[in-house]
Each structure stands twice: as C-alpha cells, then as structure tokens.
C-alpha cells in the first residue's frame, strides 16, 4: 500500500482540520483576548505553557477521534464507505495502539501545562474528557441527544480547558478584579456559542447518518425532531452571539481607562469570530430542510 494513502488515511483519522481549528481557537484566545488584557503580567512561562496546553488538547482530541472511528467501522461502511480507515489503511490494532500514545502524550502535556502543583487539577480534569469521549463512543453516542450533548460539551470545553489554565477558580469566587471578569464572561459567552452551534450540527449529521445508525441500534433524531430542535437553539445562537458583542463594548466603554481597553485585535475576533460561526448554522439548517424531504 503506497505510504502516501496512509498517511493521507492517517491525517483523515485523526480529523487534521478539526485539529487544526481547536489550535486556531485557542490560538486567538490567547493572543487577542487573554495577552490584551494581561500583557503588563506576561512572562515567558505563560507562553511557554500554553503552547503545551495546544499540543495537549490536540492529542486528545486526536485519540477521541480514532476511537470513535474504531467503534464506527461497522456503521462507516454503510454511511461512508469511501472514507474508512480503520480496517482499510490502518488495523484496528494500529489504531487502538495510536489512541493510547495519544491520550498519554495529552496527559503529559496537560501536565506541563501546569503553572504549579496547585493546577495539577487540570490533569484529572483531561483525564476526565478521555474518559467520557471512550463512553461517548461504546455507549452514549448511541443513544437519544444524550450524545449529541456530550460532544458539544466537549467542544466547548476546549474554551472553558483554556480558562482554567489561565485563572485559579479560587480567586474568581472570592473576588475578581476587572479585567478577570472580563476574561471569565468573554468565555463562558464563547462556550455557550461554541455547545449551542455544535448541538446543531450533530442533530444534522443525526439526520445524514440514519441509515447506518439504525441498522446498528442506535437511538438519534427523526427528521422532524431535529427540525423542531435547530428552529428552537438557532436563535438561542444568535442571542449568543448579540450577547458576545454587547458585552465587549459595555466593557470596553467602562474600561476606557484601563489597560485592557482600546485592543483592535479583541473588538476584531468578537464580531469576525461571531459572525464567521453563524454562517454554517443557516447552512445546517438548509441541510436540514433538504434532508426532511429527501426521507
């Protein structure tokens, strides 16, 4: 088998574009949000722990990929034969193998990602996403929205991952200075938007994969169920999104004064971030509506 069609196989498995988007997130939360609000107290260590925190979340991501595909060859040759890998480029021996190198590179990397021992939390909190994409994909991916849930809380939780790295929890409930507000509310808008947007594209891919996932027991949406459902959280993204915005621009007018105030690249991937992400919502909904009456 040539090497390049494996490991054009390989970079399939692992979704190389979906990794490389959790980079480009993160990437812009650190430098056009977090940096403009802490740059007087920036070190050479913050940089340094975050790029290990990218390459954490990268790989376990990675492993929660290909297990999923494991556990999906028998569902992937009805709905997309033509994309397996497993089984086909890669054995399912090979890629049980990868899953384990990588959540245990992902553990590694959490851990240096660490700011002292105190953040060793962060650890078992990753360890805990391994651990629920395994059950997502043996179990609650088969059953009614229960799996569509976890998946776009793992999504957002490359966001909120972020966060946690960041700040100490401690501090934010016992009081937190203004430009740790900012960063907390900033985060919990993103991930909101983050869970709602990603709700819908699984209910989408619930409706393009039934005939696989039906003849394999698995319990998603009708049509007609996910149709009701985007109708109901689409806008609940767009009010996301107008909350995003409003927030950025109370802060930075009662800010003006302050060192977080006045950041170009902050306003820019607010509105550009928001707006960019709404495009696919309006896109799965058209597909949603073609789906129901191509069934």
Request: no cysteine; aromatic share 18%; proline share 1%.
């Given at each position: 088998m040539p090497l390049v069609k494996v490991i054009a196989g390989f970079f399939r498995l692992i979704r190389l574009p979906n990794l490389i988007f959790i980079a480009l997130t993160q990437l812009l939360l650190q430098y056009c949000i977090y940096e403009p609000l802490y740059r007087p107290f920036l070190t050479f260590d913050d940089t340094r722990q975050f790029v290990f925190l990218v390459f954490a979340s990268i790989f376990i991501a990675a492993a929660g990929y290909i297990i999923n595909d494991y556990f999906d060859v028998d569902i992937d040759q009805i709905?997309?034969?033509?994309?397996?890998?497993?089984?086909?480029?890669?054995?399912?021996?090979?890629?049980?193998?990868?899953?384990?190198?990588?959540?245990?590179?992902?553990?590694?990397?959490?851990?240096?990602?660490?700011?002292?021992?105190?953040?060793?939390?962060?650890?078992?909190?990753?360890?805990?996403?391994?651990?629920?994409?395994?059950?997502?994909?043996?179990?609650?991916?088969?059953?009614?929205?229960?799996?569509?849930?976890?998946?776009?809380?793992?999504?957002?939780?490359?966001?909120?991952?972020?966060?946690?790295?960041?700040m100490d929890p401690m501090q934010l409930i016992r009081g937190a200075d203004k430009s740790q507000s900012i960063f907390y509310q900033l985060t919990i808008l993103y991930a909101g938007f983050a869970f709602l947007s990603t709700f819908i594209r699984e209910l989408i891919k619930d409706v393009e994969d039934q005939d696989g996932d039906r003849r394999h027991g698995c319990k998603t949406c009708s049509p007609m169920l996910c149709q009701k459902l985007v109708a109901q959280f689409s806008p609940q993204c767009s009010t996301q999104k107008a909350r995003l915005s409003a927030s950025f621009r109370f802060r930075a007018s009662v800010t003006k004064s302050s060192s977080c105030s006045g950041h170009k690249p902050l306003r820019f991937i607010i509105h550009a971030g928001s707006w960019l992400t709404c495009l696919p919502i309006r896109r799965f909904a058209l597909r949603l509506w073609l789906c129901r009456w191509s069934v």
């Open positions: 709905n997309k034969p033509s994309r397996l890998v497993i089984g086909k480029l890669i054995s399912k021996r090979g890629s049980i193998f990868l899953h384990f190198i990588f959540n245990a590179a992902g553990l590694v990397f959490t851990f240096l990602a660490t700011r002292s021992i105190q953040q060793s939390y962060l650890v078992f909190l990753n360890l805990g996403v391994i651990f629920l994409l395994w059950f997502y994909s043996v179990r609650f991916k088969k059953t009614l929205l229960i799996g569509n849930i976890i998946i776009s809380f793992l999504v957002a939780w490359v966001i909120v991952i972020f966060f946690l790295s960041k």
